[in-house]
């Protein structure tokens, strides 16, 4: 059984984070060494070192620039180490000819993403789950690296009112973006060691694929060299990162304050009886200033529609549905549903001799379905939140972990026998907290559509609290933009159910 609460299903990926710390700033070609002490929610979490180093290959100058970034986070009564290490080969102008990046997945995987540029062109290779996965991303000599919004200033500081288009490699995306600096006005701000600096106050704004992503907004507070001294974003209760010293930045910050799971619940303003059970439930969902449309996705599940309350509110219909509900959506699936991938490792030696074991003797594939997501709710019986997101190789060998874990390792043995299948990521309502917390789940594709099971718990009748952001297939590259959507809506989005069956 789940340890700590009878429904403790949901979760935040650890990977998520990974996601936050793009924004992290870090040292510039004129600062070669530099550490930052990170915050979130008031807490210390962790720390940041960046250098640079000169090097040379036939006869050339060129720059090798690091960053490590170590995070200690609490996940209820567990708690999660999250290392990310980003490392690139530049010119001494900045241009990026070779990035090598890796971020902790599981107890003994660490994915690695990696790639030289040849004619323009930037080979991106993803391996170290037992699977490698490929993309060529174009590539041009003014792309910087994930610390290119300081590089530029430290290179040549900006000026009040002064406007910098920069284009910045996003790690965790492994895709090019285009980051708009914008300078405002001089003003005192308070640092990390409690004095007071006049800074140059730096927005900082980032598109993806030609779409804003205010996720990533940041402010920077900026010294006249062009040093990044202090940073906010505006997620999970505010994220902090102050210019520090070596020993300031690796005191340790005591036991962990700021629990990632609680911080991130969205109370709801009454108590949906029997969750579990529900069928039905119709939500009033409102997001600030976005519309709720660019956030919640329509299926055979979730339809949402404009609230009468106006006002940017929006009315969230959630229906449970099986394998002979909603109409059929199409004869065929794209093969990425299918095909083993660097988290989905479906060809993984014992991945398939659990598919063949747990499914043995059975013909139909939503029986198959079933007996799997059965077997993995009953046999993860280590359920923890110290894995940050394991491959479903690793999960099938340890058999411990939360949601993630759950959904991968079901992806998986789905796919082991020919059932399509993808992760979705969302939010489930928790009773003991009195509203809803961050969840994945999974679904099939049996019968022409696609049907919502939940591993953690063994629901092949998904109910109805269960509220889809967005499913991937955790293919290519970049399998955590998936999760962009939670950074959407953490800390702003207010739910209200209004009609439950």
């Known amino acids: 059984m789940i340890r700590c609460l009878p429904r403790q299903r949901w979760n935040l990926p650890g990977s998520l984070l990974a996601i936050l710390a793009i924004s992290l700033t870090g040292a510039s070609a004129a600062d070669q060494d530099s550490w930052d002490a990170v915050y979130l929610g008031g807490a210390k979490i962790g720390h940041i070192h960046t250098w640079v180093e000169k090097v040379k290959d036939k006869g050339r100058d060129y720059n090798r620039v690091r960053m490590d970034v170590d995070m200690r986070l609490k996940r209820r009564d567990d708690e999660s180490l999250i290392k990310l290490m980003y490392g690139t080969i530049e010119t001494l102008d900045g241009e990026v000819l070779r990035l090598d990046t890796r971020t902790q997945a599981g107890e003994t995987q660490d994915i690695r993403v990696h790639g030289d540029v040849t004619n323009h062109k930037m080979r991106l290779t993803m391996d170290g789950t037992g699977r490698s996965e490929t993309r060529i991303l174009p590539w041009d000599p003014e792309v910087r690296g994930p610390y290119g919004a300081e590089q530029s200033m430290a290179r040549k500081p900006m000026k009040e009112h002064e406007k910098r288009p920069i284009k910045m490699y996003i790690p965790e995306l492994n895709k090019v973006c285009d980051v708009m600096l914008e300078a405002r006005t ?246 003991e907290l009195d509203g809803f917390g961050y969840h994945m789940w999974d679904e099939v594709f049996v019968n022409n559509r696609w049907v919502a099971i939940d591993p953690s718990f063994d629901q092949t009748i998904v109910d109805a609290v269960h509220i889809k952001l967005s499913d991937t297939s955790l293919d290519g590259v970049a399998p955590f933009e998936a999760f962009l959507p939670v950074v959407a809506v953490v800390g702003r989005l207010s739910i209200e159910p209004i009609e439950i069956r």
């Open 186 to 431: 001089i003003e005192p701000v308070l640092l990390g060691d409690g004095a007071k600096r006049p800074l140059l106050r730096v927005e900082q704004t980032t598109t993806v694929d030609g779409k804003r992503r205010p996720e990533y907004d940041a402010r920077l507070y900026v010294d006249p060299e062009g040093q990044v001294l202090k940073s906010e974003q505006d997620v999970m209760g505010g994220m902090v990162v102050y210019r520090t010293t070596r020993d300031a930045a690796l005191a340790p910050a005591g036991p962990v304050k700021f629990d990632l799971i609680l911080s991130s619940v969205v109370k709801v303003p009454r108590k949906i009886p029997n969750a579990e059970q529900t069928r039905h439930v119709r939500y009033r969902v409102t997001l600030g200033n976005t519309p709720p449309a660019q956030v919640f996705p329509t299926d055979a599940r979730q339809s949402l529609r404009d609230s009468p309350a106006g006002e940017g509110s929006a009315i969230l219909e959630i229906r449970s549905t099986g394998p002979l509900d909603g109409g059929a959506v199409t004869a065929e699936v794209a093969q990425e549903y299918l095909k083993p991938n660097a988290l989905v490792t479906s060809d993984d030696v014992r991945v398939r001799s659990l598919a063949q074991r747990v499914t043995r003797g059975v013909v139909d594939p939503w029986e198959k379905a079933k007996a799997i997501n059965k077997w993995v709710a009953q046999n993860i019986r280590d359920k923890n939140f110290k894995v940050a997101f394991a491959a479903a190789g690793e999960v099938a060998r340890n058999l411990s972990g939360d949601c993630t874990e759950h959904s991968v390792l079901a992806a998986a043995l789905c796919r082991a026998v020919g059932i399509p299948s993808r992760v979705v990521v969302g939010l489930i309502y928790v009773d």
